[in-house]
Each structure stands twice: as structure tokens, then as C-alpha cells.
């Protein structure tokens, strides 16, 4: 396994791995068989085959439309396919599942409380016992950078800011798969930097991302392994490096030379 | 015009003079008022965020019900609750008609759908943003429910302000179901409606300049509670 690229710069925060009941089997390997998911007529996911079962760095990639947002979407079970099977370790993506899993979307949305209850709600949700929960927010604070605006509100936050306290919060409940769908589409090079930092920590330790992104940049960074979608299907997988050395498919070089846009 | 300044004088020395039977009439005025929006939070909040929430067959019917009810004429309102409550009425037994209790009913009736429809926009607008976070949290529904009420808890205060300027200055419901007995019933505007026909403009205008000023307080109240809200939570 290589290291993530922007290990070195991370922050090295007291946050323990994802901490798994001693009885409870990890919820890798994921098996997605014929994943099809279409709305009004209109197929934007189809025969989709995928396994996960190594705790790298995955980023989808692939020209707006085809299907990146929706398949994490369908992984994460807040959408149910229209066609084929998902399973984390056998089970479907239900309540159980997600709650083992965190999801960080390309708007942050924060609740109308303070960064720290941001986090402690989270928590809570997660079933951590209280007296952990606010121990455990301002470790992903320090890590994240965000101590110093622990009170304050966190929609008054900046943009980069809100996008870390996203991250953060989905840190902060130890998941063992982390879905980003483009976590810095709308953040500077700086922000988006300090967000990278902490997926790079988060991955080291040891949870499976799943990132998709449009940032070619940010693919090279950070990908372990590609996974090149168009059209809903997913035309590609390989090592990142073996990737952007030289796709495969004719759509992957067509893209990668930025000649394809949807 | 000799009148009509005798009367603001007359006014002015009740208030000032704190007026044992104006204070009586005002503090049961803000009692009935108070605790009819309390009764109307209590059905209304959860009403409207399960009306946000939740798809089912006849929603669409539902809401447009509750938005025409926030416009229910309150000497229709009164009058349903007089028949309810009346002895022969299903609801006689328990005696409660020419009571504050009567009153408390009537402006509840008035109220609940003021704050139901205005916590289902409000909780629908956030519900349609928090969704997919909330589920991704693996929130139970109750729960979900219940953050959305606290996150646009600024909009359904300024909802509940808004039911109790309906209910402190509504007068066709309470004197129905109330009466307007002397120390029992009498609250503002019934004493107002009264005291105006008796001529005794001083006591009447005395309590109009009260609630003109409750009304002024209110609505600066909800701008306040907006403008607090914008700034710290951006919402």
C-alpha cells in the first residue's frame, strides 16, 4: 500500500482507529453485482460490478453526469437501486451499515448549532456514550484546525472552514468507509489542501475512502485505485498510477486528455 | 374633540395609576392568550413537521385545509366551540362554557393552524436540506424530527409570535365562548367592544393604547428573533 501523498503535512491527532465490537465482522468486503438505478425513464446508473475489500484511497472519476454522486449515493443506501444488489459484508447498505460508514457531501450541510454541537451530535447519533463524545469532538477539532472556533456558529464559518467541519464530523464517528463527493469543488487551493490532509489521515488510519471528485489534481493525490465511470457504467478500474500513466479504455484517454465531456 | 381628549387622559391615568380592574382584565387577557399558544405549540410544532415529513395519500388535501384554517373567522370558531361546549352540546358535561378555560379552547382552535402551517414550511425548507446528512447520520425519524424543530427553532418562535397576535387580539371567538362576565371572563378586546358601546371610552381606549403596545412589542420581537437568528446561525 503507498502512501497517500499528503501524508507527510497531515495533522497527527489523538484520534484512535475505527473501533470495531469485538463481535461485530468488518463490513468490507463490499460486493456490488448489475447496480442500475434510473429516474423517469432515464437510466443514469447500469450493470455496475465493483468490490472493495482493501482500505485504500478509491476515487471515482468521470465527466459531469456520469453517474459519480449517485453511485455513492446508492453505496451509502440513501438511495435504493432500481435494479441489482449491494452488500457490505453481505447485508444491504441499511441503518446498520451507515451507521459504520459516514458520507460527506459536495455542499456541507451543517446544523444551525455550534461547530462543537456539530460534532457531539454526530456522536450521539452514533450511540458514544456522552462523557467520550466531547473528548472525542475537540480531538477532531485540533486535528482539523478548528479548536479556536469550537463555539461558534458553524454556518457563519467560511466556506473552507464548513468543509472541514464536514470532514471532521464524519471523522469524528471512526467510520470504517468514508464517501466524498466532491469534498473541495468549491473550496481555494489552500482549503481544499487542508482537506486533502485529513482524507490522507483519515485513510492512514485505516478507513477505505471513497472519493469522487472531477479534480484531476486531486485524483492523482490522492487515488490509490481509479475507478472511471461514464454514462453510469464504470468503464475502468485500475492502480492509479497505472491509470494516469495510460488509460485502458478509449473513453478513460479521451477524458483523461480532457476531450471528454459527457 | 373635547371627548376624544378626555378619553386619552382618562387612559393614561388608569395605566398610570395601574388600575386594579384594568390589570385584572389585561393579566387574564395575557393569561388565556399565553397559554392558548402554549396548547397550540404543543399540537401545532409537531403537526406541521409531520406534515414536512412524511408522504402519505391526502397530504396535499391536509395542507391546504391548515392554510385556509389560518384564516378562520374567529366568530365561526367561537361559535363551533359554543355548540360543543354548550349543555346539550357533546362536550357540556364538563361545564367549561362561560369560562376562561372556554376561551383558552376557542383561541387554541385559532392559533393551531397558524403555527401548524407555518412550522410545515419551515421544517419542510430544512428538511429538504438536512435529508440525506440526517440519513447518512443514521438518525431515527423522531430524532431527525426533533432536530429539525431546534434548527429553525428562530422561524417557529417568530410562528408562535404570530399566533399570539392572532389570539390577544381576537375578540369574536372569546366573547362567544366566554361571555364577557365581569372578573371571570372579561378580557381586552371583549371589555373594549363593551365599554365603547356603555360610552366609557376612557377604560376602553385605555386598554386599546395596551394592546397597541403589545402588538408593537411583538413584532419587534419577531424582527429581533429573525435578525438573531441571520447573524449566528445563518438561517
Known amino acids: 500500500m503507498a502512501p497517500s501523498a499528503a501524508a507527510g503535512s497531515a495533522p497527527v491527532p489523538e484520534i484512535a482507529a475505527p473501533r470495531r465490537a469485538a463481535t461485530a465482522p468488518p463490513i468490507l468486503p463490499l460486493a456490488v453485482r448489475g447496480l442500475g438505478y434510473s429516474a423517469d425513464g432515464a437510466s443514469l446508473v447500469s450493470d455496475l460490478n465493483l468490490d472493495i475489500a482493501d482500505t485504500r484511497v478509491h476515487v471515482l472519476v468521470g465527466p459531469n453526469g456520469a453517474g459519480k454522486s449517485l453511485t455513492l449515493r446508492l453505496l451509502h443506501g440513501l438511495l435504493a437501486p432500481t435494479a441489482g444488489t449491494i452488500r457490505w459484508n453481505g447485508a444491504p447498505p441499511d441503518r446498520r451499515v451507515r451507521l459504520r460508514q459516514a458520507m460527506v457531501f459536495q455542499k456541507p450541510v451543517l446544523l444551525r448549532r455550534s461547530v462543537l454541537a456539530n460534532l457531539t451530535y454526530a456522536l450521539r447519533a452514533h450511540g458514544v456514550p456522552r462523557r467520550e463524545r466531547h473528548q472525542r469532538a475537540r480531538a477532531v477539532l485540533d486535528a482539523a484546525g478548528l479548536s479556536a472556533v469550537a463555539g461558534r456558529a458553524a454556518r457563519v464559518l467560511s466556506g473552507g472552514e464548513q468543509q472541514r467541519l464536514a470532514v471532521a464530523r464524519a471523522w469524528a464517528v471512526h467510520p470504517e468507509v468514508l464517501f466524498l463527493d466532491e469534498p473541495t469543488a468549491n473550496l481555494d487551493p489552500a482549503a481544499t489542501r487542508m482537506v486533502e490532509d485529513m482524507i490522507a489521515a483519515i485513510r492512514d488510519q485505516g478507513t477505505a475512502i471513497v472519493l469522487a471528485t472531477h479534480d484531476m489534481g486531486q485524483a492523482r493525490r490522492l487515488g490509490e485505485e481509479v475507478l472511471f465511470l461514464h454514462r453510469g457504467r464504470l468503464r475502468e478500474r485500475s492502480d492509479a498510477a497505472a491509470f494516469f500513466a495510460g488509460p485502458q479504455s478509449p473513453a478513460g484517454r479521451a477524458y483523461l486528455a480532457g476531450r471528454l465531456l459527457a | ?235
Not at chain 2, 392558548?36 to 414536512?52: H, T
Not at chain 2, 443514521?138 to 429539525?148: D, F
Not at chain 2, 371567538?173 to 358601546?197: C, F, K, P, W, Y
Open chain 2, 1 to 235: 374633540m373635547d371627548d376624544f381628549g378626555a378619553a386619552f387622559g382618562d387612559a393614561f391615568r388608569l395605566i398610570l395609576a395601574a388600575d386594579p380592574e384594568l390589570l385584572a382584565i389585561v393579566g387574564l387577557s395575557l393569561r388565556v392568550s399565553l397559554t392558548a399558544v402554549a396548547c397550540a405549540a404543543l399540537i401545532g410544532l409537531p403537526l406541521g413537521a409531520l406534515l414536512a415529513v412524511y408522504r402519505f395519500p391526502g397530504r396535499g388535501v391536509v395542507v391546504v385545509l391548515l392554510n385556509a384554517l389560518m384564516g378562520l373567522p374567529p366568530v365561526v370558531a367561537g361559535l363551533l366551540i359554543y355548540l360543543l361546549l354548550s349543555r346539550a352540546g357533546p362536550l357540556g358535561e364538563l361545564g367549561l362554557l362561560f369560562t376562561p378555560g372556554a376561551m383558552v379552547i376557542a383561541q387554541t382552535v385559532l392559533v393551531t393552524p397558524i403555527v401548524a402551517a407555518l412550522t410545515r414550511q419551515t421544517v419542510a425548507d430544512l428538511f429538504a436540506e438536512y435529508d440525506e446528512q440526517l440519513r447518512s447520520l443514521a438518525v431515527p425519524r423522531a430524532s431527525a424530527i426533533a432536530t429539525l424543530i431546534w434548527d429553525g427553532r428562530y422561524s417557529l418562535l417568530t410562528a408562535l409570535l404570530a399566533g399570539f397576535g392572532r389570539a390577544i387580539a381576537e375578540v369574536g371567538a372569546v366573547i362567544i365562548v366566554g361571555g364577557n362576565i365581569n372578573h371571570v371572563t372579561r378580557v381586552m378586546t371583549t371589555t373594549i367592544a363593551l365599554e365603547t358601546s356603555k360610552g366609557n371610552l376612557g377604560l376602553a381606549l385605555g386598554l386599546g393604547v395596551i394592546l397597541l403596545t403589545l402588538a408593537v412589542a411583538v413584532n419587534a420581537a419577531v424582527m429581533g428573533l429573525s435578525n438573531v437568528g441571520a447573524q449566528s446561525h445563518g438561517a
